[in-house]
């Protein structure tokens, strides 16, 4: 299973970027969610967000609700990460992954083993 990112970049407090993730199986999305985690400079990998292909059911990370939507489009095998209200806090390299949506609500770094990973995109937020 092959995964590839896009989106990224520098952006002010306050700013937005969009992120995108393309899945390569189409059987993987018939069963798994697509999301993403990120890892801050001297911080562990944190899951952020989530979203099942196939029923549209979600996972956000408290620090980034009512900031982040994920939404997905099933006939692109294609996730999307719309970021807004961005902190400087969440200056990370954001990593696309597939796997199952529980698997983001329950997340510690020693769970890396049950996804596929893509490689990491890097968000720098300024103040």
């Known amino acids: 299973v092959q995964l590839q990112a896009s989106g990224g970049g520098l952006v002010q407090s306050g700013g937005f970027l969009q992120l995108s993730c393309v899945v390569s199986?189409?059987?993987?999305?018939?069963?798994?969610?697509i999301g993403w985690f990120r890892q801050a400079p001297g911080k562990e990998r944190e899951a952020v967000a989530g979203?099942?292909?196939?029923?549209?059911?979600?996972y956000y990370a408290g620090s980034v609700n009512n900031r982040f939507t994920i939404s997905r489009d099933r006939a692109k095998q294609t996730a999307y990460l719309q970021m807004n209200n961005l902190k400087p806090e969440d200056t990370a390299i954001h990593y696309c992954?597939?796997?199952?949506?529980?698997?983001?609500?329950?997340?510690?770094?020693?769970?890396?083993?049950?996804?596929?990973w893509g490689r990491g995109t890097e968000v720098t937020v300024s103040s």
């Open positions: 992954a597939t796997g199952f949506l529980v698997g983001w609500r329950n997340y510690t770094p020693k769970d890396n083993n049950q996804f596929y």
């Open positions: 199986q189409s059987t993987v999305i018939d069963r798994y969610a």
């Open positions: 979203i099942m292909v196939s029923d549209g059911r979600t």
